[in-house]
């Protein structure tokens, strides 16, 4: 440790003007959001996730009965690998009522789309109820008796994916019953760039929620704080919200998800060709569902015959895949460039390359693209170039918006 004396009280006050000018130049919490920092961790490069910093939460969970908010990603990671948060707090004994399981359930293995069950945790014995079911808010009869909410969960910073939707309507429920919302911040795999269309309010839905671009640049935190501060939720309510935030974290570090965030995103390629791809789930288009090869390539059936070819056939995550059991041709991605932009040349070519008694875009592609608009410039044979520079204008305001929620450079 080192220690430092003063020889008068001159060099005292020069301190302490000097510490008092460093703190005024941290970031400031936003409206209704509390952030909480651990000012004794020792210096490390390692990013450490909320759930990490066990110091910063625990003592909120005092004489409170929590739920949480959470699925396979909700881990704390530790030397020896990682244990589930709710098995950690469980043998600290936290008063844990119940578990929300968001899409693809408490573990993880849920087709998309799929309805999931409420059940028990056969490790714990503590209940779950599912958000993707009957109802993707929690009811106030569901609320009865929790005294603290928390978020837990891995995002990939993808309009689209609807873990964001979930955390709205916990956030949303919350204010209505007067129950506070904690936020275990996690790093954004896609948190190094901004990019795509920004959903038109008109086509919200569960698969987009808010007037964001297709890739917005922020951890999970951050987006709850934009969903509080820009009154997004129904009547413009507010919740009790705080976040703990990433340490060592940047939007410019790259991490590695060590757990697949969901069963048709099995490794970092496909998470990062995620937004590019995700907008064939609009359309006949097979993204790699019902292979290994889960959003790193793309085919089907009536493409024209090449090299590279895959047969879909149920599996994990994906029971029904499109074209099941077709011979497929198409094009294979494993070997792409690392992407800082929605590339928007596999949407062009497999529209190309479908034949005009195929129905290309489906019934979902417009929520998935958050507008009519790309549908009819794909169909109008608009370049890459040109769809591109007609999304600048609302993301340069997106990012005007984005830029008082940022908790991180």
């Not at 409206?31 to 004794?40: E, G, L, M, V």
């Not at 625990?58 to 699925?71: G, M, P, Q």
């Not at 916990?170 to 007067?178: D, G, H, K, V, W």
Request: charged share 20%.
């Amino acid at each position: 440790m080192i220690s430092i004396s003063f020889k008068n009280t001159y060099f005292l006050l020069v301190f302490l003007l000097f510490f008092s000018f460093i703190s005024c130049g941290q970031p400031k919490p936003t409206n209704k959001t509390k952030t909480i920092t651990n000012k004794t961790q020792k210096i490390s490069n390692e990013i450490l996730t909320g759930s990490q910093q066990t110091s910063l939460y625990l003592k909120l969970f005092k004489n409170k009965r929590i739920a949480l908010i959470a699925n396979q990603t909700t881990v704390i990671f530790n030397k020896n690998g990682y244990t589930h948060l709710v098995d950690s707090l469980f043998k600290l004994n936290a008063n844990i009522s119940k578990v929300f399981s968001p899409e693809h359930g408490f573990r993880g293995e849920a087709d998309a789309s799929e309805e999931i069950a409420d059940g028990v945790d056969l490790k714990t014995g503590i209940p779950i109820i599912s958000l993707y079911g009957k109802s993707k808010k929690p009811t106030k009869e569901q609320l009865d008796g929790i005294d603290l909410i928390v978020f837990d969960v891995q995002d990939v910073g993808v309009r689209f994916y609807t873990y964001i939707s979930t955390m709205h309507y916990i956030m949303e429920a919350c204010a209505e019953a007067n129950i506070p919302v904690l936020v275990l911040d996690r790093p954004n795999p896609n948190g190094h760039y901004i990019d795509g269309p920004t959903l038109e309010i008109e086509h919200k839905s569960f698969v987009g929620m808010h007037p964001v671009p297709l890739v917005y640049g922020m951890t999970i935190g951050e987006y709850a704080q934009m969903i509080n501060g820009e009154k997004w939720l129904k009547n413009g309510v507010q919740c009790n919200l705080t976040v703990i935030p990433l340490k060592n974290y940047t939007h410019q570090s790259k991490y590695k998800l060590p757990i697949r965030p969901s069963p048709n995103l099995p490794n970092e390629i496909a998470i990062n060709l995620y937004p590019s791809l995700g907008f064939f789930e609009g359309t006949t288009i097979n993204a790699g569902r019902g292979t290994e090869n889960q959003f790193q390539q793309y085919g089907a059936p009536f493409f024209p015959k090449s090299e590279f070819k895959f047969t879909p056939k149920p599996n994990f995550g994906s029971k029904y895949p499109k074209h099941n059991g077709k011979l497929c041709y198409g094009v294979n991605l494993n070997n792409t460039n690392y992407l800082n932009a929605v590339n928007l040349d596999y949407l062009i070519d497999a529209h190309n390359k479908t034949p005009k008694n195929e129905k290309f875009f489906g019934n979902t592609f417009t929520i998935h693209a958050g507008n009519t608009k790309l549908e009819q410039q794909i169909k109008n044979g608009q370049s890459a170039e040109e769809i591109r520079k007609s999304w600048q204008p609302k993301i340069e305001n997106f990012k005007l918006i984005r830029k008082k929620y940022l908790l991180y450079e």
